[in-house]
Nanobody
Framework: QVQLVESGGGLVQAGGSLRLSCAAS????????MGWFRQAPGKEREFVAA????????YNANSVKGRFTISRDNAKNTVYLQMNSLKPEDTAVYYC?????????????????WGQGTQVTVSS
């Protein structure tokens, strides 16, 4: 079992930055691939970024390429999402997720554990 707790969300103006954190605990959590997803009101949960268990392979959704960066610190069992040049359309609840197979994936159905989410609101 893996527990995930997100933090770092908040209200920011367009063009600003936020860094989300996801602290993982539980059995061998550092060997899991991690992903970030987001869900805006009335919309499906969508992929944002993913990183494999060792951190050498990452994927980003086209909508965030060049603006968001995913990283991890396995010594701290924490995954980060640095978000720059934020836009109002980035407003959503952001969730981190863990996949025990260790390979970065983009489909939400591939992930086994989910955090409770953190709200990000970008004002225009």
């Amino acid at each position: 079992q893996v527990q995930l707790v997100e933090s770092g969300g908040g209200l920011v103006q367009a063009g600003g930055s936020l860094r989300l954190s996801c602290a993982a605990s539980g059995r061998t959590s550092s060997s899991y691939a991690m992903g970030w997803f987001r869900q805006a009101p009335g919309k499906e949960r969508e992929f944002v970024a993913a990183i494999n268990w060792i951190g050498g392979i990452t994927y980003n959704a086209n909508s965030v390429k060049g603006r968001f960066t995913i990283s991890r610190d396995n010594a701290k069992n924490t995954v980060y999402l640095q978000m720059n040049s934020l836009k109002p359309e980035d407003t959503a609840v952001y969730y981190c997720a863990a996949d025990w197979r260790g390979v970065a994936r983009t489909q939400k159905g591939d992930y086994d554990y989910w955090g409770q989410g953190t709200q990000v609101t970008v004002s225009s």
